[in-house]
């Protein structure tokens, strides 16, 4: 592929978008739904041409997009892939999405990758480490980048800041911006026992440039439960709680809702970003 000059990487205003999947990919041509972006995970097309390109060719030249990787292990040891490199960059000079994304996590040790974003300490060493990493991804693509924070379900006892610094500490060192997950953020929260607003109050303001929505599980055993960001059903109420204080106090950004498996019709998901644009839409009302 070969880039279009007639694609350029405009920024998404406050809007809300939602993931593109391949049992989609007819319905979003033919009724054209009204949602502000797609999302795609970078790795699905980094084969050469076949259908994937083919509809998405199409669905560019009428929506922006976001870019949102899951394979890079930022927060590996291991060196950043080359190839990987290479690809995402061919990819994104072709399509120019609009945001380009990944995770706080890690995925692979000695060459050898798990299929899971795995969390790191929140450790001052391990801030430093994983920023490195995506000031070689920003110097790679020649663009800033989004890094989000990923659904943790243990705690390092060494940990030495709490996520919120330490999201911030990464995004400072690395000088790039925050893709804030309130679902995420909300998982965190009761499976660690903190609270949510606080990390919205503590995350740094001038750096979140985009936030995600999901749903999630409850998973209960004897003594208790635990819940796992499943990203298989609609956003509950209180995660949409959550995010109108978001909105409130960091102001409307553009804003995807995830749903990755038991995937429901496209009607279902256009209808979840039209709660989250409807928040977003009364937060501009109450400024004006």
């Known amino acids: 592929m070969t880039p279009d000059a007639a694609l350029t990487a405009e920024p998404i205003p406050a809007c809300a978008g939602i993931g593109l999947r391949g049992q989609h990919y007819e319905d979003v041509l033919t009724l054209r739904p009204a949602v502000g972006f797609f999302e795609v995970h970078s790795e699905n097309y980094f084969g050469l041409g076949g ?3 083919r509809y998405l060719e199409r669905i560019r030249a009428d929506y922006s997009l976001s870019f949102h990787g899951v394979g890079l292990s930022l927060g590996s040891t291991d060196p950043l892939s080359r190839p990987h490199l290479a690809r995402l960059r061919e990819l994104i000079e072709h399509y120019q999405p609009s945001l380009v994304s990944e995770h706080l996590s890690w995925s692979s040790v ?3 990758y798990l299929n899971d974003l ?3 300490p929140y450790t001052e060493e391990a801030a430093t480490h994983i920023a490195e990493h995506v000031s070689q991804l920003q110097d790679s693509l ?28 990464v995004a400072e060192t690395a000088d790039c911006g925050i893709l804030l997950d309130i679902n995420n953020v909300y998982v965190n929260a009761c499976n660690h026992g ?8 503590g995350i ?11 749903g999630h599980t409850e998973n209960k055993f004897d003594g208790g439960s635990i819940l796992i960001d499943t990203h298989n059903r609609r956003v509950c109420d209180a995660v949409w709680d959550l995010y109108r204080d978001a909105v409130e106090q960091l102001g409307p950004l553009p804003t995807l809702v995830e749903w990755d498996s038991d995937l429901p019709e496209l009607p279902v998901l256009v209808d979840e970003a039209g709660i989250a644009a409807s928040i977003l839409e009364q937060s501009r009302a109450r400024v004006a």
């Open 51 to 53: 259908t994937p390109h």
């Open 110 to 112: 000695g060459g050898r």
């Open 118 to 120: 795995l969390p790191l």
């Open 142 to 169: 020649g663009r800033r980048i989004l890094v989000e924070n990923v659904s943790c379900y243990l705690e390092f006892e060494h940990s030495g800041l709490t996520e919120w610094e330490f999201v911030n500490a």
């Open 194 to 201: 903190f609270d949510a607003k606080e990390f919205l109050r």
């Open 204 to 214: 740094s303001r001038q750096r979140v440039a985009e936030m995600h929505l999901a």
